[in-house]
């Protein structure tokens, strides 16, 4: 069975995603289990920001790391073998063989990014 967790601002979003198609049997069928978390539960203040000014200054957001490290830290507890990918259009294109790599995890979070980045 795969395993994927989602931390993203936007839990809401997949709930009809995964209630139709492939990932509803999928889930149906037993073969994966899937879990959005809300990065707002990792923040500190009274408004649950998840996002800043960049540090140097700058034009744009950028996300504040520290809800997503907590949220990072409380997806790797009680799991010894998650893959955590980061989704930034800066990042490595997803390829057919990034695809035959994580075939074979068992465990997969999803880090949904947003604005510019992490500062």
Known sequence: MLDIKVLTIFPRLFDSFMSYGN??????????KFETVDLREFTTDKHRCTDDYPYGGGTGMVMKPEPVVSGIGRLRSGSSNLHVILMTPQGRRFSQSEAERLANASEIA??????EGLD
């Open 110 to 115: 999803l880090v949904c990014g947003r604005y």
């Open 23 to 32: 990932p509803s049997r999928a889930l149906d069928a037993g073969l994966l």
